[in-house]
């Protein structure tokens, strides 16, 4: 028996990757209370690293699929990581444990800011809000972007990206359907062919 066959696979889902209903209503409403700006990161922590219900490929493969998808990725996130775990259900508990409570509050503080709009408070909290989601985003970007440093490939697309929505301001579709075929072709190039 080769040393092989006894180390882990890399890819292999993690052995604990079934939760409870339960554990993913409260994972995903502690998420969306705490994750301002998105949350992706606070989904990866708990699901790759505390959890283990996805392994790092799922997750990223999972939040490649949730930029194609309408509505925020974190969302998708969450129905992904619940699917993957418990199927429909899981996928309905971690949707609701991260959409019930932000709602709530989003709802009621969007019935207020229409009658406050106005007070320069309230604008000058929101430009702050503003630029701290903005920081946590490139944040969040650029740790998503890390694995990838060394690949030119995923840098060249990851600089297109930027630049046709930072610079260029390109709508996102357009984007992703001139990127999504491109990042598939310049794979498919690259790829070492079996002999």
């Not at 990725?73 to 129905?79: E, H, P, R």
């Not at 996928?91 to 406050?116: H, K, R, S």
């Not at 694995?147 to 929505?165: E, K, V, Y």
Request: glycine fraction near 10%.
């Amino acid at each position: 028996m080769s040393t092989e066959a006894l180390q882990p696979d890399a890819e292999a889902p993690p052995s604990s990757s079934r939760a409870s209903l339960g554990t993913l209503f409260v994972e995903f409403i502690k998420i969306s209370l705490l994750g301002f700006g998105g949350g992706i990161v606070l989904a990866h922590r708990a699901a790759v690293e505390r959890r283990c219900w996805l392994t790092e490929a799922e997750f990223a493969d999972a939040l490649t699929l949730c930029q194609f998808m309408p509505g925020p990725n974190v969302v998708g996130i969450a129905i992904c990581i619940g699917a993957k775990t418990r199927g429909v259900s899981g996928a309905v508990a971690a949707f609701m444990g991260f959409a019930l409570i932000p709602g709530t509050i989003g709802f009621t503080l969007a019935v207020l800011y229409l009658g406050e709009a106005r007070i320069p408070v309230v604008q000058h909290t929101l430009s702050g809000i503003s630029a701290a989601a903005a920081g946590l985003m490139i944040g969040t970007g650029l740790r998503f972007l890390k694995p990838h440093w060394r690949d030119p490939r995923a840098m060249t697309l990851a600089g297109a990206a930027f630049l046709g929505l930072a610079i260029v301001k390109l709508p996102l579709l357009l984007l992703l359907a001139v990127l999504a075929p491109l990042g598939i072709a310049m794979s498919a190039l690259t790829r070492p062919r079996m002999s």
